[in-house]
């Protein structure tokens, strides 16, 4: 398994967020399938509301906070760095929408991590082929990690 290096970088005031060594594992698994077999770098910050706005804004022109957002690192050809990029994940979306869909928080969590790691890998979900392709390996690898596909929408009661 490739292992990863994270810089974590907590600007939120949200008072849960996982623990360095499960976004750790999280990464690494979402890494297991990349071809090189050497550390692969990557910064996690995690922020409130008004940063990833901000950030959504300036680099998607949405002016709305998001769950994850992903800045893959593309190095001139002639620097060999494994710096896979950034991922900013904001911590009250991360959580509203854990309640929402009626998930647990860490899986939700999970789920987020694994997904910006797989778009800093080059997956996307522009194209249905794509999405599916995305999703099937998203849900491959929460599975692996004892977390439930994140896709099921779990009926509400009437």
């Given at each position: 398994m490739t292992a990863a290096i994270i810089d974590l970088q907590i600007a939120s005031e949200h008072p849960r967020?996982?623990?360095?060594?499960?976004?750790?594992?999280w990464v690494e698994s979402a890494l297991q399938n990349t071809i090189k077999?050497?550390?692969?770098?990557l910064t996690i910050r995690i922020v409130d509301e008004k940063e990833s706005q901000s950030l959504n804004k300036?680099?998607?022109?949405?002016?709305?906070?998001?769950n994850v957002l992903s800045f893959p690192f593309e190095a001139p050809p002639q620097i060999d760095l494994?710096?896979?990029g950034d991922l900013v994940i904001c911590a009250?979306?991360?959580?509203?929408?854990?309640i929402e869909q009626k998930k647990s928080e860490i899986s939700h969590w999970a789920h987020m991590v694994v997904h910006g790691t797989l778009h800093l890998q080059g997956y996307d979900h522009f194209e249905?082929?794509?999405a599916?392709?995305?999703?099937?390996?998203?849900?491959?690898i929460l599975t692996t990690l004892g977390f439930p596909n994140p896709y099921l929408i779990e009926e509400k009661d009437n």
């Open positions: 967020s996982p623990s360095p060594s499960q976004f750790k594992q077999d050497e550390e692969q770098e300036q680099y998607r022109d949405k002016d709305k906070p998001t494994n710096l896979l009250p979306i991360v959580s509203n929408e854990a249905n082929d794509e599916e392709a995305m999703e099937a390996l998203e849900i491959e």
